[in-house]
């Protein structure tokens, strides 16, 4: 298939034109911030149009099992051949066009969100690169593109999360977002590369992802081998996705602007290792252990998550939070499905609709982030966040949709999973979902009660709550902008809201459209045995969490003390975060500071140098000492040389 | 058979001018000094040209041209050095060579 | 080597170059190990002039002229200008290194048995044939056809000399 | 593209002292020639033709078979565009230079007529003289520009590069007596099929002497420091090419010459390759000097360039030279960087610079893209390079590739750190004042970081290069 597929060459142009974007605002138009906005725009909106279009005209024509692949070779060495190319089947087809339209969306959104900013261009231009790498990323068709890609999302996020550099914490949490990733990805590469192994035969990175899924489904691979690769590439998603025990990058990274945090930590990036469970799904599937590890860590992060996120004062944290733990909840469907013998459909799915829903609860809270000058929602709920009248609206659609309450679309893809996880010979798993679900909607409504019924200004809880650090508002240039300089009638500029209005309308919408999505996905459609008493528990768990939430922070007579405050060392553990950054912070000081890096400084400056050194002075002392008159060195060189000179011919004499 | 007729006699003589110089060189602390003693080996060396000459050489304007030659040269030398030498005075106040270290690594 | 009789021209010529070896070799002794500086230049002025000598036992009265004129004459006068200009001679002389001297010994002697040895396993061997013409005008034409280069080499030699003498005797450049 | 810096060199011996800006303009142009000239062979040269081109040869001392004998092929094509562009830029880089910019100006072009020589000889004679003539300047040129502690760090590099050199004379000696050729030639002697005895001795010898060189550890530590000391355009030169000289002799003369030996000893270089990656990054951590922090990189990377060569594989070789290319231009692009700041600063402490990022845009988006390129980001030339390398070398050595995969994160962190402390944060009120790059001065970094991306991009347009020469190297031997 060659160059000139005119597939090829619309995947080309919505991979390449963000990448134009981006360089071209980073050389040549980084002072000039409405210019640079036009050419990131143009740059978003035609890949935009372009995946729909894919999306639409080629519905019909691919299956998962007969998917179109164009590529070109990209590198050819001599073992090493790497393709570039483009791999289109109903799954990546969904997933593009998702991504084009919500990186577009959070174009849109930051216009009116970084208005004013310094880095008003380097902000677009980064999440020019961001859209071009994700959108490589579901598209490509080799692993090795793949991977490129995503170690560039990586990057992206890094510039991303590190926006606001000169904060301490933001390049901090930068850092750590990218070490940690990395960290995973190497996990992901080693695994690739003990699956060459494996695969003596065949070139993995010259392979399509469909190749690997044959060799794992027809059984060239032992069980062990598979789980070891499974596990390895396993890690790389779980430093994309978050996943339980190096998931802790991710609150960290509600540093960066609130709009990456929709975009990197909610819809797409972190979306990315769960896709790329998807598109492994028959590899992991093959492999019954590393299916339960997978189980057992998404089920401990779905918990943990929803624990801190119960405690966590920050808006953004709270979601940040629950975006941990509906990746687990992902990967719990999909390991389960997986596991139980079913499809991919109930993880990916939830997919689908997290994207959405999270983006729209990410730009809410970035809403009233920008309005308020706050990360508190306390502090937002004091100061009349109930006011504003849209967010306030598409927040609570997005909570109800996060707790799953029908009929928004969180409802079904929680419900899918849930019965995924019910066909499970062992019931516990069922029962912790439930839980990780009354969670979720306590939390969350934890968040919408306090916004919308806040107390009297005089009520003493405020004396608690209401806290707002000196100078902590400003993100340098909001300072300008913070409360008062706005009056609420015009709060909201159009460009910020008309987003989350589409991505409501997303969150009311894609629920119905389980059946025509499973169709598309799946080639076909599984009648659904709606079990009646497992949608009856989820749904009592949501609303239980709900009610709880009403009594604790919702009501006129709540007291505004979660009920976990009545655990004090469980209320200390969840707001330590279960010392899980103690612990990293811990191992990093200890081992790879203190222990590697001193050990072998120390070695370079004493042994190995210290020992040349040693060497090149006793050569000097020895010089020194041959000197028997140290001051006379013209003459004793000479010396030498009349000596060596004699001795030399003498030598020569003799021998003759 | 005259003994100053012999070529042996005069590269003999010559050898134990240039050792008497070497020994100079190597021995003295005064620049001059040791000024002094390369004239010296320059002279043994003449003395060798002009005895060849004098013994071997097919055409006797060859080694008396290349004496002269030295001549020259150990004049253009000898100024030279001498000009170093008084630098070296004005600026170490000495021209004792041992005092003339600076080179020293 | 068979010694003639005293009185024979042959004698007394041996005699004679017996006296101008020894001047030469005294004058050179002196020269290196005298310990003022002022007889060093005096030992030589000597042995220069036995050298000169040594140039009119070898057929080059010419030659011998020159030694006397440029090195007792020139040099020699030039190096006691240097000495007055040097260090003061009534300054204390530091003792000898006896290390020094046993060293520059030591060296000197090793090449000079070295070359010793070597002069005498070398066999002389005399040209095939060989001219007999010793006046200074042959040696003045070849001077200036022959060897002209040489002549043109020790000029330029000699002006560099001199221009770099008074440039670094006047301290370098810049200052006056 | 020999002659061109040659013919500066003479130009600029002419100039006086005062003539500053002719003295650049000079040097630059110079240079450029030396850079489209490198382009040029880049480009016209056939890879489908593969082999040797644009040859001259002539005899210079029959008698020991010495000739001037240069060519160009897949392997060295892309150094001497590496030497060209670092020179360019190096030129550029050192433009304020105000200090006896003549003899800087001529040092810098001796230095790169013998790089250029090493890489084009195919004469070993002319190879170790045109290797020694690129050694010595850079005595010169960090003792006289130099910063920190010049004189030791000239005084350690120079020695440890003439011990380095007094193994390889006796290798290149061994070789040449015994192959009774009587020829340095080095196609000639590649031809012969030398002693398992001396082909072993040989290779040892010349891979520990050319190692020195290319800071293979744990011959390294005059690296750093050298790089320390030396100013801007000689870290950029020294880092970006010399050390190359090192990894690329190793190739040409030592594995060239000495196959058997080379399969007899790879298991060791592998050992210290990988050591060197690792030890490189831990140190690298460690650091507070920036310069002392690219120094150790550089360590890691050459030991990554080591590594490819030790798994003698067409893979690892490629990924090997292009490494060296990488890793040349990336170094090259991490010291103007740090070069800039320091003239500015005058510090090069990562705890006292911050905040670069708001003071000089541009100067830390270099530095930063530079940090980035080396902790192997894709889409940057060294990614692939790396790539390549890492899947050789787990083919051949797997414990020693898997170990250097994990020092990857390692690697990560260690750039990011640096980034982080020097560029982000609040910035210090000391060096506020400070303007950016103008964009004359931008514009070498420019010419770097375009050929990063480029390369990163197409890689293709290398390896095929690389390829063309790899692949009947491996098969001669």
Same mark, same amino acid.
């Given at each position: 298939?060659?160059?000139?597929?005119?597939?090829?060459?619309?995947?080309?142009?919505?991979?390449?034109?963000?990448?134009?974007?981006?360089?071209?605002?980073?050389?040549?138009?980084?002072?000039?911030?409405?210019?640079?906005?036009?050419?990131?725009?143009?740059?978003?909106?035609?890949?935009?149009?372009?995946?729909?279009?894919?999306?639409?005209?080629?519905?019909?024509?691919?299956?998962?099992?007969?998917?179109?692949?164009?590529?070109?070779?990209?590198?050819?060495?001599?073992?090493?051949?790497?393709?570039?190319?483009?791999?289109?089947?109903?799954?990546?087809?969904?997933?593009?066009?998702?991504?084009?339209?919500?990186?577009?969306?959070?174009?849109?959104?930051?216009?009116?969100?970084?208005?004013?900013?310094?880095?008003?261009?380097?902000?677009?231009?980064?999440?020019?690169?961001?859209?071009?790498?994700?959108?490589?990323?579901?598209?490509?068709?080799?692993?090795?593109?793949?991977?490129?890609?995503?170690?560039?999302?990586?990057?992206?996020?890094?510039?991303?999360?590190?926006?606001?550099?000169?904060?301490?914490?933001?390049?901090?949490?930068?850092?750590?977002?990218?070490?940690?990733?990395?960290?995973?990805?190497?996990?992901?590469?080693?695994?690739?590369?003990?699956?060459?192994?494996?695969?003596?035969?065949?070139?993995?990175?010259?392979?399509?992802?469909?190749?690997?899924?044959?060799?794992?489904?027809?059984?060239?691979?032992?069980?062990?081998?598979?789980?070891?690769?499974?596990?390895?590439?396993?890690?790389?998603?779980?430093?994309?996705?978050?996943?339980?025990?190096?998931?802790?990058?991710?609150?960290?990274?509600?540093?960066?602007?609130?709009?990456?945090?929709?975009?990197?930590?909610?819809?797409?990036?972190?979306?990315? *290792?769960?896709?790329?469970?998807?598109?492994?799904?028959?590899?992991?599937?093959?492999?019954?252990?590393?299916?339960?590890?997978?189980?057992?860590?998404?089920?401990?992060?779905?918990?943990?998550?929803?624990?801190?996120?119960?405690?966590?004062?920050?808006?953004?944290?709270?979601?940040?939070?629950?975006?941990?733990?509906?990746?687990?909840?992902?990967?719990?469907?999909?390991?389960?499905?997986?596991?139980?013998?079913?499809?991919?459909?109930?993880?990916?799915?939830?997919?689908?609709?997290?994207?959405?829903?999270?983006?729209?609860?990410?730009?809410?809270?970035?809403?009233?982030?920008?309005?308020?000058?706050?990360?508190?929602?306390?502090?937002?709920?004091?100061?009349?966040?109930?006011?504003?009248?849209?967010?306030?609206?598409?927040?609570?659609?997005?909570?109800?949709?996060?707790?799953?309450?029908?009929?928004?679309?969180?409802?079904?893809?929680?419900?899918?999973?849930?019965?995924?996880?019910?066909?499970?010979?062992?019931?516990?798993?069922?029962?912790?979902?439930?839980?990780?679900?009354?969670?979720?909607?306590?939390?969350?409504?934890?968040?919408?009660?306090?916004?919308?019924?806040?107390?009297?200004?005089?009520?003493?809880?405020?004396?608690?709550?209401?806290?707002?650090?000196?100078?902590?508002?400003?993100?340098?240039?909001?300072?300008?902008?913070?409360?008062?300089?706005?009056?609420?009638?015009?709060?909201?500029?159009?460009?910020?809201?008309?987003?989350?209005?589409?991505?409501?309308?997303?969150?009311?919408?894609?629920?119905?459209?389980?059946?025509?999505?499973?169709?598309?996905?799946?080639?076909?459609?599984?009648?659904?045995?709606?079990?009646?008493?497992?949608?009856?528990?989820?749904?009592?768990?949501?609303?239980?969490?709900?009610?709880?939430?009403?009594?604790?922070?919702?009501?006129?007579?709540?007291?505004?003390?979660?009920?976990?405050?009545?655990?004090?060392?469980?209320?200390?553990?969840?707001?330590?975060?279960?010392?899980?950054?103690?612990?990293?912070?811990?191992?990093?000081?200890?081992?790879?500071?203190?222990?590697?890096?001193?050990?072998?400084?120390?070695?370079?400056?004493?042994?190995?140098?210290?020992?040349?050194?040693?060497?090149?002075?006793?050569?000097?002392?020895? *010089?020194?000492?041959?000197?028997?008159?140290?001051?006379?060195?013209?003459?004793?060189?000479?010396?030498?040389?009349?000596?060596?000179?004699?001795?030399?011919?003498?030598?020569?004499?003799? *021998?003759? | 058979?005259?003994?100053?007729?012999?070529?042996?006699?005069?590269?003999?003589?010559?050898?134990?001018?240039?050792?008497?110089?070497?020994?100079?060189?190597?021995?003295?602390?005064?620049?001059?000094?040791?000024?002094?003693?390369?004239?010296?080996?320059?002279?043994?060396?003449?003395?060798?040209?002009?005895?060849?000459?004098?013994?071997?050489?097919?055409?006797?304007?060859?080694?008396?041209?290349?004496?002269?030659?030295?001549?020259?040269?150990?004049?253009?030398?000898?100024?030279?050095?001498?000009?170093?030498?008084?630098?070296?005075?004005?600026?170490?106040?000495?021209?004792?060579?041992?005092?003339?270290?600076?080179?020293?690594? | 080597?068979?010694?003639?009789?005293?009185?024979?021209?042959? *004698?007394?010529?041996?005699?004679?170059?017996?006296?101008?070896?020894?001047?030469?070799?005294?004058?050179?002794?002196?020269?290196?190990?005298?310990?003022?500086?002022?007889?060093?230049?005096?030992?030589?002025?000597?042995?220069?002039?036995?050298?000169?000598?040594?140039?009119?036992?070898?057929?080059?009265?010419?030659?011998?002229?020159?030694?006397?004129?440029?090195?007792?004459?020139?040099?020699?006068?030039?190096?006691?200008?240097?000495?007055?200009?040097?260090?003061?001679?009534?300054?204390?002389?530091?003792?000898?290194?006896?290390?020094?001297?046993?060293?520059?010994?030591?060296?000197?002697?090793?090449?000079?048995?070295?070359?010793?040895?070597?002069?005498?396993?070398?066999?002389?061997?005399?040209?095939?044939?060989?001219?007999?013409?010793?006046?200074?005008?042959?040696?003045?034409?070849?001077?200036?056809?022959?060897?002209?280069?040489?002549?043109?080499?020790?000029?330029?030699?000699?002006?560099?000399?001199?221009?770099?003498?008074?440039?670094?005797?006047?301290?370098?450049?810049?200052?006056? | 593209?020999?002659?061109?810096?040659?013919?500066?060199?003479?130009?600029?011996?002419?100039?006086?002292?005062?003539?500053?800006?002719?003295?650049?303009?000079?040097?630059?142009?110079?240079?450029?020639?030396?850079?489209?000239?490198?382009?040029?062979?880049?480009?016209?040269?056939?890879?489908?033709?593969?082999?040797?081109?644009?040859?001259?040869?002539?005899?210079?001392?029959?008698?020991?078979?010495?000739?001037?004998?240069?060519?160009?092929?897949?392997?060295?094509?892309?150094?001497?565009?590496?030497?060209?562009?670092?020179?360019?830029?190096?030129?550029?880089?050192?433009?304020?230079?105000?200090?006896?910019?003549?003899?800087?100006?001529?040092?810098?072009?001796?230095?790169?007529?013998?790089?250029?020589?090493?890489?084009?000889?195919?004469?070993?004679?002319?190879?170790?003289?045109?290797?020694?003539?690129?050694?010595?300047?850079?005595?010169?040129?960090?003792?006289?520009?130099?910063?920190?502690?010049?004189?030791?760090?000239?005084?350690?590099?120079?020695?440890?590069?003439?011990?380095?050199?007094?193994?390889?004379?006796?290798?290149?000696?061994?070789?040449?007596?015994?192959?009774?050729?009587?020829?340095?030639?080095?196609?000639?002697?590649?031809?012969?099929?030398?002693?398992?005895?001396?082909?072993?001795?040989?290779?040892?010898?010349?891979?520990?002497?050319?190692?020195?060189?290319?800071?293979?550890?744990?011959?390294?530590?005059?690296?750093?420091?050298?790089?320390?000391?030396?100013?801007?355009?000689?870290?950029?030169?020294?880092?970006?090419?010399?050390?190359?000289?090192?990894?690329?002799?190793?190739?040409?003369?030592?594995?060239?010459?000495?196959?058997?030996?080379?399969?007899?000893?790879?298991?060791?270089?592998?050992?210290?390759?990988?050591?060197?990656?690792?030890?490189?990054?831990?140190?690298?951590?460690?650091?507070?000097?920036?310069?002392?922090?690219?120094?150790?990189?550089?360590?890691?990377?050459?030991?990554?360039?080591?590594?490819?060569?030790?798994?003698?594989?067409?893979?690892?070789?490629?990924?090997?030279?292009?490494?060296?290319?990488?890793?040349?231009?990336?170094?090259?692009?991490?010291?103007?960087?740090?070069?800039?700041?320091?003239?500015?600063?005058?510090?090069?402490?990562?705890?006292?610079?911050?905040?670069?990022?708001?003071?000089?845009?541009?100067?830390?988006?270099?530095?930063?893209?530079?940090?980035?390129?080396?902790?192997?980001?894709?889409?940057?030339?060294?990614?692939?390079?790396?790539?390549?390398?890492?899947?050789?070398?787990?083919?051949?050595?797997?414990?020693?590739?898997?170990?250097?995969?994990?020092?990857?994160?390692?690697?990560?962190?260690?750039?990011?750190?640096?980034?982080?402390?020097?560029?982000?944060?609040?910035?210090?009120?000391?060096?506020?004042?400070?303007?950016?790059?103008?964009?004359?001065?931008?514009?070498?970094?420019?010419?770097?970081?375009?050929?990063?991306?480029?390369?990163?991009?197409?890689?293709?347009?290398?390896?095929?290069?690389?390829?063309?020469?790899?692949?009947?190297?491996?098969?001669?031997?």
């Amino acid at each position: 298939m060659g160059a000139c597929d005119p597939n090829f060459l619309s995947c080309l142009l919505i991979v390449a034109l963000p990448l134009l974007s981006f360089a071209v605002i980073m050389i040549f138009t980084w002072r000039r911030h409405k210019l640079s906005l036009a050419i990131s725009l143009t740059c978003s909106t035609i890949p935009l149009i372009l995946a729909w279009s894919l999306f639409f005209r080629l519905k019909d024509a691919v299956t998962m099992a007969k998917p179109i692949v164009t590529q070109v070779n990209w590198l050819v060495s001599d073992a090493v051949i790497v393709p570039f190319g483009f791999l289109l089947d109903p799954v990546s087809l969904l997933m593009l066009a998702i991504v084009a339209t919500i990186s577009w969306l959070i174009q849109i959104y930051s216009i009116g969100y970084m208005e004013g900013d310094p880095g008003f261009a380097r902000f677009f231009a980064d999440l020019s690169l961001f859209g071009m790498s994700m959108l490589s990323l579901v598209s490509a068709s080799g692993m090795l593109q793949l991977f490129i890609s995503w170690e560039l999302v990586g990057l992206a996020s890094y510039l991303l999360i590190g926006f606001w550099y000169e904060k301490f914490s933001a390049s901090e949490a930068g850092k750590k977002a990218f070490v940690v990733t990395r960290f995973g990805d190497i996990g992901f590469f080693m695994g690739l590369v003990f699956l060459t192994f494996f695969l003596k035969d065949l070139n993995i990175f010259g392979l399509g992802i469909f190749d690997i899924n044959n060799a794992a489904l027809t059984h060239k691979l032992t069980e062990a081998q598979v789980t070891l690769c499974a596990l390895l590439i396993f890690c790389g998603v779980s430093g994309k996705s978050a996943q339980f025990p190096i998931h802790v990058w991710l609150p960290d990274a509600m540093e960066g602007p609130t709009p990456v945090s929709a975009l990197l930590h909610s819809a797409t990036m972190v979306a990315a *290792g769960i896709y790329l469970i998807t598109r492994l799904f028959p590899l992991f599937a093959a492999s019954v252990t590393a299916m339960s590890v997978v189980l057992v860590i998404s089920t401990i992060t779905l918990l943990l998550s929803s624990t801190i996120g119960m405690v966590a004062k920050d808006i953004k944290q709270v979601w940040a939070y629950s975006t941990v733990s509906q990746l687990g909840f992902m990967a719990m469907g999909l390991s389960a499905a997986a596991l139980g013998g079913s499809t991919l459909f109930a993880g990916y799915y939830h997919l689908t609709t997290h994207a959405a829903f999270k983006a729209l609860l990410f730009l809410c809270a970035g809403v009233f982030i920008h309005h308020f000058g706050t990360n508190d929602f306390f502090v937002m709920s004091k100061d009349g966040g109930r006011k504003l009248a849209i967010p306030m609206i598409t927040v609570t659609i997005g909570a109800l949709a996060l707790s799953g309450i029908f009929p928004f679309s969180g409802f079904f893809s929680k419900e899918a999973i849930l019965a995924q996880l019910w066909h499970l010979p062992n019931k516990m798993w069922v029962g912790l979902a439930l839980f990780g679900a009354f969670l979720t909607a306590y939390y969350t409504f934890r968040v919408i009660f306090v916004l919308l019924f806040p107390r009297k200004d005089d009520d003493p809880v405020w004396q608690e709550y209401y806290v707002r650090e000196p100078g902590g508002h400003g993100h340098g240039a909001h300072d300008d902008d913070a409360p008062g300089g706005h009056d609420e009638h015009h709060g909201v500029p159009w460009v910020m809201s008309f987003p989350l209005i589409v991505l409501a309308g997303f969150t009311l919408v894609l629920g119905f459209l389980q059946t025509p999505l499973e169709k598309f996905l799946l080639g076909e459609s599984h009648p659904h045995d709606m079990n009646y008493m497992l949608l009856f528990s989820a749904v009592g768990c949501a609303l239980g969490g709900i009610g709880v939430a009403w009594l604790d922070w919702g009501s006129p007579k709540a007291k505004w003390q979660g009920f976990i405050k009545k655990f004090p060392a469980l209320e200390n553990f969840f707001i330590q975060k279960w010392y899980m950054d103690h612990f990293w912070r811990w191992f990093l000081n200890t081992f790879i500071y203190g222990t590697f890096s001193r050990i072998f400084t120390y070695n370079d400056r004493r042994v190995v140098d210290g020992g040349v050194d040693a060497v090149a002075f006793s050569t000097i002392g020895s *010089g020194r000492l041959l000197s028997f008159i140290q001051t006379a060195f013209v003459q004793l060189n000479m010396l030498f040389m009349v000596l060596v000179l004699a001795g030399v011919g003498l030598y020569l004499l003799m *021998g003759r | 058979m005259l003994v100053f007729n012999q070529l042996e006699t005069y590269l003999y003589l010559a050898l134990l001018l240039f050792a008497i110089g070497l020994y100079g060189v190597l021995a003295r602390r005064s620049l001059i000094a040791i000024l002094i003693s390369v004239e010296l080996i320059l002279n043994a060396a003449s003395i060798n040209f002009m005895a060849f000459n004098r013994f071997l050489a097919p055409h006797p304007a060859v080694g008396q041209v290349i004496a002269l030659f030295i001549m020259a040269v150990a004049a253009a030398e000898a100024a030279i050095a001498l000009s170093i030498i008084v630098a070296v005075y004005r600026k170490l106040k000495s021209i004792n060579i041992e005092h003339a270290t600076e080179l020293r690594g | 080597m068979n010694f003639p009789g005293f009185l024979s021209p042959q *004698g007394i010529a041996t005699i004679a170059f017996f006296v101008v070896v020894a001047v030469t070799l005294v004058g050179a002794l002196i020269a290196v190990a005298a310990r003022n500086i002022f007889h060093n230049v005096l030992g030589l002025a000597m042995s220069l002039i036995g050298v000169a000598g040594l140039f009119l036992y070898l057929n080059s009265p010419f030659v011998a002229l020159m030694e006397i004129l440029i090195y007792v004459g020139a040099i020699c006068i030039a190096i006691c200008f240097a000495i007055m200009l040097s260090e003061p001679l009534y300054l204390p002389r530091p003792p000898r290194k006896f290390t020094k001297i046993l060293g520059a010994m030591a060296g000197s002697g090793l090449v000079f048995i070295f070359l010793l040895l070597l002069t005498k396993k070398t066999k002389w061997v005399p040209a095939a044939e060989r001219s007999t013409d010793w006046s200074v005008t042959t040696i003045g034409h070849y001077l200036l056809t022959n060897y002209s280069l040489i002549f043109e080499v020790v000029s330029l030699l000699l002006l560099v000399a001199m221009l770099g003498a008074i440039v670094i005797a006047r301290g370098g450049r810049g200052s006056s | 593209m020999l002659i061109s810096p040659l013919v500066g060199l003479i130009i600029l011996l002419l100039l006086k002292e005062e003539q500053k800006f002719l003295i650049r303009a000079v040097s630059l142009v110079s240079a450029g020639i030396s850079l489209a000239l490198s382009i040029y062979t880049f480009v016209a040269y056939d890879k489908s033709l593969g082999g040797l081109q644009f040859v001259e040869k002539y005899e210079m001392v029959k008698t020991f078979g010495i000739s001037y004998f240069v060519g160009v092929e897949g392997l060295n094509a892309p150094l001497l565009l590496l030497t060209g562009i670092v020179i360019f830029t190096g030129v550029l880089t050192m433009w304020e230079l105000e200090v006896r910019t003549k003899e800087f100006f001529i040092w810098i072009l001796a230095l790169v007529t013998g790089v250029f020589g090493v890489f084009m000889s195919y004469d070993m004679f002319m190879f170790f003289l045109f290797y020694e003539i690129a050694v010595v300047p850079m005595y010169i040129l960090i003792l006289v520009w130099g910063s920190t502690r010049k004189e030791y760090a000239a005084m350690k590099l120079t020695l440890y590069l003439m011990a380095g050199s007094g193994l390889i004379i006796p290798g290149i000696l061994l070789l040449y007596a015994s192959s009774g050729l009587g020829t340095f030639n080095m196609l000639q002697l590649h031809a012969v099929h030398f002693s398992p005895w001396v082909q072993k001795v040989a290779f040892v010898l010349l891979f520990f002497g050319f190692g020195v060189l290319a800071a293979v550890w744990p011959l390294h530590t005059w690296s750093p420091v050298g790089h320390v000391a030396a100013p801007t355009a000689v870290s950029m030169l020294h880092a970006g090419v010399l050390m190359k000289l090192g990894s690329f002799a190793v190739l040409r003369v030592a594995m060239f010459l000495c196959p058997e030996g080379f399969h007899y000893w790879a298991q060791l270089m592998a050992l210290l390759a990988t050591t060197g990656i690792v030890y490189g990054v831990f140190v690298g951590l460690a650091q507070t000097d920036l310069k002392y922090v690219i120094g150790y990189s550089s360590v890691s990377h050459m030991g990554i360039v080591c590594l490819g060569l030790a798994t003698g594989t067409v893979d690892g070789i490629n990924g090997s030279v292009f490494q060296m290319f990488a890793h040349g231009i990336m170094t090259a692009l991490f010291f103007s960087s740090v070069g800039y700041i320091y003239d500015r600063t005058h510090t090069r402490d990562i705890h006292e610079l911050g905040g670069f990022s708001k003071i000089m845009p541009v100067a830390s988006a270099f530095f930063i893209t530079a940090a980035l390129c080396g902790a192997g980001v894709p889409g940057m030339a060294s990614f692939w390079a790396e790539l390549l390398v890492f899947i050789a070398t787990v083919k051949v050595f797997p414990v020693q590739g898997l170990l250097a995969i994990a020092a990857l994160v390692v690697g990560a962190l260690f750039a990011l750190r640096v980034v982080q402390t020097t560029f982000f944060n609040e910035p210090n009120p000391k060096f506020v004042h400070f303007e950016d790059v103008s964009p004359f001065l931008g514009l070498p970094r420019m010419m770097l970081i375009a050929t990063l991306v480029f390369f990163g991009i197409f890689p293709q347009t290398m390896v095929g290069m690389i390829k063309s020469a790899v692949v009947p190297f491996l098969q001669g031997m």
